[in-house]
């Protein structure tokens, strides 16, 4: 049994970017950046105005200012801005050469072609310099980053409109056991819906990976075994689910052991144990995650999911991690870390966590609403309310 720790690190040496390619601009969002990307020019080129109003030159004690002409964002000025003279300039719009400061529209009297400030502005006042939001050579996106609103702003903006990006990894998923039916099937008596496929679908959907293969399959070596082939074959990375604790019908791992090295096939986690971890010949993973709907997506949270951003190109691949407060008291178990599922908030300058209730493997409700993984150390005792422990943050607080 390895632990968290030494399986973690175990997956991410195996895990690496698969190749790049190109993206249109408009479809770059989520997308990971292969490339570090630099400004080709100045932005702005140009001194520009940040405001409506009047280029001046700041000192000008003239009682008025000849209007000389007016300058729009997107045109040049004529005219040279000299002591006793004023531009008309809009918010965009290039300083006139001589002028030094832009005096804001409210506070400028305009009269037949004459302009009285009421504010004597400072050099630079309203005035964006050349280069004050990006200069020429600067290194503005880095290979390895997500890409999110701002960063295709960014690219946009320095004129880069095919995106060099990770590809995303290709994902199979095959979810076993002879009591499973399909999600729109009446379970007969003894038997569940199948829910951990479409979980899993979307984890790995969640995790920026392309889901290109999935399958159910009954617990028979030879199904099971030609499924887990054609999974592999069509995918970067299988997930299974099932089939992997010590029941006589758990029979991933020998088959996996045929088409693949076991790296290991036993956590001191909890909730997933059994968690299994494999990696082919060709480089492919194979993760065969437990049965319960609790532990097959808590072990690809914790596992899985960094390992499909680090395939992806992600440099970033864990989940921000801080200290909270416990609402109320919580039993550790005495042998493996445990994972439990909370809500956080922020209250009164510090984060507060309080548990989903029942934290059982098989209560998927456990999961649903909570922001965060309590990471409890095990030692079979009680933390009081009131305990500082660690938490892994899933979503936004
Ligand atoms: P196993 O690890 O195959 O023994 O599965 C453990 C438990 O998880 C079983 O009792 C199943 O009821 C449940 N389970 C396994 N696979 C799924 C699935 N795909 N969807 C929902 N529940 C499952
Ligand atoms: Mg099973």
Known sequence: MVSVVEAAQTILDRAHPLGTEMVP???????????????????????????????????????????????????????????????????????????????????????????????????????????????????????????????????????????????????AVLATGDELVEPEETPPPGSVRDSNRYALIAAAQEAGAEVVWHAHARDEEAALEEAMRQGLQKADVLLTSGGVSMGTRDLIKPILERMATIHFGRVSFKPGKPLTFASSSEGKLAFGLPGFPVSSLVTFEVFVRPALLRLGGATNVLRPRVDVELEHE?????????????????????????????????????????????????????????TMVKALLLANL
């Not at 960014?154 to 880069?160: E, F, I, P």
């Not at 599922?341 to 548990?355: C, L, M, N």
């Open 25 to 171: 601009l408009t479809q770059a969002r989520g997308r990971i950046l292969a490339e570090d990307i630099t400004a080709g020019e100045d932005l702005p080129g140009l001194p520009r105005s940040s405001v409506d109003g009047y280029a001046v030159i700041a000192g000008d004690d003239a009682d008025k200012l000849e209007v000389l002409e007016e300058v729009t964002a997107g045109r040049l000025a004529h005219e040279q801005v000299r002591r006793g003279t004023a531009v008309r300039i809009m918010t965009g719009g290039t300083l006139p050469p001589g002028a030094d400061a832009v005096v804001m529209v409210e506070e400028v009297e305009e009269t037949n072609g004459h302009a009285v400030l009421q504010h004597h502005p400072r050099s630079g006042e309203n005035v964006h310099p050349p280069g004050m939001d990006l200069t020429q050579g600067q290194h503005v996106l880095s290979a390895g980053s997500r890409l999110g609103s701002a960063e295709v702003g960014l690219l946009a903006t320095v004129g880069c409109v095919d995106v060099p990006v990770w590809r995303r990894p290709r994902v």
């Open 330 to 386: 919580i039993r550790t178990d005495a042998v493996r870390p445990e994972y439990q599922r909370a809500v956080v908030r922020w209250q009164d300058g510090r984060f507060i966590a309080k548990t989903t209730g029942l934290q059982s493997s098989s209560r998927l409700m456990s999961i649903v609403g909570a922001n965060a993984l309590l990471e409890l150390a095990a030692s079979g005792e009680t933390l009081p309310k009131g």
